[in-house]
C-alpha cells in the first residue's frame, strides 16, 4: 500500500496573523476516491483547524441513509466543511460555518460527536426546559448509538466534497435550487 505523502507548508494565521503550519496529504478513500486531508495549526493562538475534500470535481449531491441496526453503524460518513448533515429524528442540522471542519468517520462516531458537542455547549444557568430538552436528545443519541431506534442520515453538499458511504446508501445530483438553498462557509478576515 502506498504511503501518503504529507507535505507542510508555514503561512499566516486566520486568526492571529502569526506564523501557523499547515499539513496537507492525500489518501484514497474507497468508492468516493482521492481525498485530501488538511490541517492548519497556530502554536500562538492554537487556532487548529481541519478539513476534507475531494481531489477531484464532483457535482453538488445529497447522500441518505436509514440506520436500523447496528451494522448500520458502520456506514462511513465524509463530513467536509461544506457539508450539511442533518439527523431529523433527532433534531440536528450541523451546518457550514466559518469554523467548521471536515473529519472521516462512521455513523456511530458522528453520533459520538453530536453528543460531545452538546456536552460542551451546556452553561451554568441554563433553563430548565433548555436542560430537559438536551436531557431528552441525550437519551436519543444514545439509543441511536445502541441501534435501539432507526434514524436517517442526510448529508448534502454544494461541492460534492461530502458523502456517506454503504451499501444501503442513496445518492442524487442535487438540483440548483436545493443547493442555493444550503449554507456555505463564508469567511472574511479584517487585519
Do not use: W
Amino acid at each position: 500500500m502506498e504511503k501518503e505523502k504529507k507535505v507542510s507548508m508555514a503561512i499566516d494565521c486566520p486568526e492571529c496573523g502569526k506564523k501557523a503550519v499547515m499539513t496537507e496529504f492525500i489518501k484514497e478513500i474507497p468508492f468516493f476516491g482521492k481525498t485530501l486531508f488538511s490541517n492548519l495549526k497556530c502554536t500562538k493562538c492554537s487556532f487548529n483547524l481541519n478539513d476534507i475534500s475531494s481531489d477531484e470535481e464532483k457535482t453538488p449531491s445529497k447522500f441518505s441513509v436509514k440506520i436500523e441496526s447496528e451494522k448500520d453503524l458502520t456506514v462511513k460518513i465524509v463530513k467536509s466543511s461544506t457539508s450539511t448533515v442533518k439527523v431529523p429524528e433527532l433534531g440536528v442540522r450541523i451546518e457550514p460555518t466559518p469554523s467548521s471542519e471536515g473529519y472521516f468517520t462512521n455513523i456511530e462516531g458522528l453520533l459520538n460527536k453530536i453528543k460531545d458537542s452538546l456536552s460542551f455547549s451546556s452553561l451554568e444557568e441554563e433553563e430548565q426546559d433548555s436542560k430537559k430538552l438536551k436531557e431528552k436528545l441525550m437519551e436519543k443519541i444514545e439509543q441511536a448509538r445502541n441501534a435501539k431506534i432507526s434514524f436517517t442520515v442526510i448529508v448534502e453538499d454544494p461541492f460534492g466534497n461530502g458523502a456517506l458511504i454503504g451499501e444501503k446508501v442513496e445518492k442524487k445530483s442535487l438540483e440548483e435550487k436545493e443547493v442555493s438553498e444550503l449554507k456555505t462557509r463564508m469567511r472574511f478576515l479584517e487585519h
